[in-house]
């Protein structure tokens, strides 16, 4: 079964590690996740805490200073007016700091299995690049609203992370590993580029 590679024992651990991840690799996040969560297991540390110790934790990951700041924000919120509870709902979760469209999507996705297509870069390359959706569909939301059209409800937390490992292991950004690609027959970038076909 694919899932999230990012680590994480409860919401809101993957909400921090989904808000921190953003134009970083979950592979630093898991990294440097272990010590922060030490440090801040829960909103009421995180919102008690403050943003230059959150910021010496994550120095090492994208924008660390904006993400320190939302983090910090973010638990307060929680504590505030979620009584410390990660929401459910998409329109809660994006009332909170750090947390846009995507990020909500993840977390509704993979804590509450609702049917959320949440789309980052390899999502939207690999979903444009082997024609799942037109290419009309140029713009994230764009992407989200055609692939809810055409994959079944029950299958979209599932068809999250396929595309998402399909997009980082092999149809990969510049250079794309067709010859590995078990999907390569249907593929429409496949189609336009008969040279790298296996």
């Known amino acids: 079964m694919a899932e999230t590679e990012l680590h994480y024992r409860n919401p809101f651990e993957l909400l921090v590690a989904v808000i921190l991840s ?3 690799t979950d592979k630093r996040i898991n990294q440097i996740s272990p010590a922060l969560f030490a440090r801040f297991p829960d909103p009421e540390a995180m919102a008690a805490g403050n943003v230059e110790e959150i910021f010496s934790l994550i120095r090492s990951v994208s924008y660390p200073n904006n993400k320190a700041k939302h983090l910090h ?3 307060g919120m929680l504590v505030s007016e979620f009584h410390s509870q990660v929401p459910e709902k998409q329109e ?14 993840v977390i509704a996705s993979v804590i509450h299995q609702i049917p959320a297509m949440a789309v980052d ?12 959706v037109p290419e ?5 939301l764009a992407v989200e609203l055609a692939l809810y059209k055409v994959i079944p409800k029950s299958e979209i ?42």
């Open 92 to 105: 809660d979760l994006q009332k909170l700091p750090g947390v846009g469209r995507k990020t909500a999507n």
């Open 73 to 75: 924000a973010m638990a």
């Open 136 to 140: 009309s569909a140029k713009t994230p």
């Open 121 to 132: 870069t390899h999502v939207f390359r690999v979903s444009r690049r082997l024609g799942i």
């Open 22 to 24: 953003a134009q970083c």
């Open 157 to 198: 937390p599932q068809a999250h992370h396929w595309l998402i490992l399909h997009g980082r292991y092999v149809c990969l950004a510049r250079k794309p590993t067709c010859s590995n690609c078990g999907i390569q027959p249907w593929c429409r970038f496949a189609e336009k580029h008969p040279i790298i076909k296996a």
